[in-house]
């Protein structure tokens, strides 16, 4: 911001300096003018009226004097004579003096002259041009000061507040027309990281006291586990009917512990995957549409041949945002897990629905690992040296679900083929 204000401060700097310039310029042609004009005349005055009547002067050799005219004595009482002597000359100021002989009048001489008041008038009009122009420059700097740097001067520390986990003071609304949805959209980002930051702490102090009830529950199946094994070992057990009775409950304890960590499971499972689902109708076309934008140019960097082929726009059910999001999931995992040459978006409809094929060029992966790839936190053997947490198509699977719709994978000899199926 200071250094915007430095360059309002130096265009103002500009104009002043070149305005006084100018005054100075107006200054000294008109000094120049009301001396140069007047010695011309003089000089010409001065040789005029000898021999007792007016002779023409040489005018070749005088700058500012354009002619010299003479209304004799004995004319002045003609009103003819007196108009066309007096008669403006176009362009040229004059001056008029008596001429004498002796100390006889014998006429009026007029001169001419060509005054520099016209260059003056030039050099107010670029003034004038020059303070437009300042005004309108000086004006649209303030209002990109005012309406544009000012308000993203006050946006810039929320990132960085909201980077920190300061999340309680929010932005004051603005009907700004270039931050005013940016605003929003901040506050709402403030308001969602609050929200999830509280529910993150609630889910640590449920998740504690789950473990906490869970671990106490598991110590009583657990201590009888060892007290049944202990007395095996020690021969407790003197008759083959006891020591079956014993492995049975054995047994039973640990289904009851395996009980307590499918619990754990389910509710860790439940905590994740809290999605928010808007269910309502949208066009296919708006869908393939924010999927060409988001990844047509990533996949031409990326030197993938990135095929849509031709579909029917048609009315879908679901949440337009969450199918993208679905399609995104799968073409990241064509980026980590494929071979880089192919990734081909296809369409079918199929018993009143929408099937949207995304196949990705690869290796394939082992049936036994086919057949767990949309469990949470399992993650195949290629997968060891990329990022990830095992939960992406699991989430893929849960959305589509939440919408009616379903999402299967099938191994192909060239690839991998996702198909989603929309209502």
């Known amino acids: 911001m200071k250094k915007f204000d430095k360059i309002i401060a130096i265009v103002i700097g500009i104009y002043l300096m070149t305005s006084l310039g100018l005054a100075a310029l107006f200054q000294r042609v008109n000094n120049k003018s009301n001396s140069e004009y007047k010695v011309e005349i003089n000089r010409i005055y001065s040789g005029l009226g000898e021999g007792g009547s007016f002779s023409e002067p040489d005018l070749n050799s005088y700058k500012f004097v354009k002619s010299v005219s003479f209304l004799p004595e004995s004319a002045l009482t003609s009103k003819a004579d007196n108009v066309k002597f007096y008669k403006s000359t176009n362009g040229l100021e004059y001056e008029?003096?008596?001429?004498?002989?002796?100390?006889?009048?014998?006429?009026?001489?007029?001169?001419?002259?060509?005054?520099?008041?016209?260059?003056?008038?030039?050099?107010?009009?670029?003034?004038?041009?020059?303070?437009?122009?300042?005004?309108?420059?000086?004006?649209?700097?303030?209002?990109?000061?005012?309406?544009?740097?000012?308000?993203?001067?006050?946006?810039?520390?929320?990132?960085?507040?909201?980077?920190?986990?300061?999340?309680?003071?929010?932005?004051?609304?603005?009907?700004?027309?270039?931050?005013?949805?940016?605003?929003?959209?901040?506050?709402?980002?403030?308001?969602?990281?609050?929200?999830?930051?509280?529910?993150?702490?609630?889910?640590?102090?449920?998740?504690?006291?789950?473990?906490?009830?869970?671990?106490?529950?598991?110590?009583?199946?657990?201590?009888?586990?060892?007290?049944?094994?202990?007395?095996?070992?020690?021969?407790?057990?003197?008759?083959?009917?006891?020591?079956?009775?014993?492995?049975?409950?054995?047994?039973?304890?640990?289904?009851?512990?395996?009980?307590?960590?499918?619990?754990?499971?389910?509710?860790?499972?439940?905590?994740?995957?809290?999605?928010?689902?808007?269910?309502?109708?949208?066009y296919l076309k708006d869908l393939i549409d924010k999927v060409i934008i988001a990844y047509k140019e990533k996949c031409n960097l990326k030197m993938i041949d990135f095929i849509v082929e031709d579909y029917s726009n048609k009315l879908v059910k679901g949440d337009l945002d969450r199918v993208f999001e679905v399609i995104g999931n799968i073409i990241e995992n064509a980026f980590k897990y494929g071979d880089g040459k192919e990734i081909k978006l296809s369409f079918y409809e199929e018993d009143y629905c929408q099937l949207i094929k995304i196949f990705n060029s690869?290796?394939?992966?082992?049936?036994?690992?086919?057949?767990?790839?949309?469990?949470?936190?399992?993650?195949?053997?290629?997968?060891?040296?990329?990022?990830?947490?095992?939960?992406?198509?699991?989430?893929?699977?849960?959305?589509?679900?939440?919408?009616?719709?379903?999402?299967?994978?099938?191994?192909?000899?060239?690839?991998?083929?996702?198909t989603l199926v929309l209502r």
Not at 175 to 199: A, C, Q, S, T, V
């Open 96 to 282: 008029v003096r008596p001429l004498y002989t002796g100390d006889k009048l014998i006429g009026y001489v007029r001169f001419n002259y060509k005054d520099w008041n016209s260059n003056n008038s030039s050099l107010l009009k670029l003034e004038i041009v020059l303070f437009i122009y300042s005004a309108i420059i000086v004006s649209v700097l303030l209002y990109i000061r005012n309406s544009i740097l000012k308000p993203f001067n006050i946006l810039s520390e929320m990132p960085y507040e909201l980077s920190k986990g300061n999340f309680k003071e929010g932005l004051k609304e603005s009907k700004n027309r270039y931050f005013g949805k940016f605003i929003w959209g901040i506050n709402m980002l403030r308001d969602n990281l609050d929200y999830h930051k509280i529910k993150e702490i609630k889910l640590e102090k449920d998740k504690k006291l789950l473990l906490l009830s869970i671990s106490h529950d598991i110590k009583t199946p657990l201590n009888s586990i060892k007290l049944y094994a202990k007395a095996i070992e020690e021969e407790v057990y003197d008759t083959n009917e006891k020591k079956v009775l014993a492995a049975r409950q054995i047994q039973e304890k640990s289904l009851e512990i395996e009980r307590f960590v499918k619990e754990i499971i389910k509710t860790s499972s439940e905590d994740i995957l809290q999605i928010e689902i808007k269910n309502s109708e949208f």
């Open 362 to 418: 690869g290796e394939t992966i082992s049936e036994n690992e086919f057949n767990h790839i949309f469990d949470s936190f399992y993650r195949g053997s290629n997968a060891k040296d990329k990022q990830g947490n095992g939960l992406g198509l699991y989430i893929c699977k849960y959305t589509m679900e939440k919408m009616d719709g379903e999402i299967f994978a099938e191994c192909h000899r060239e690839g991998m083929c996702f």
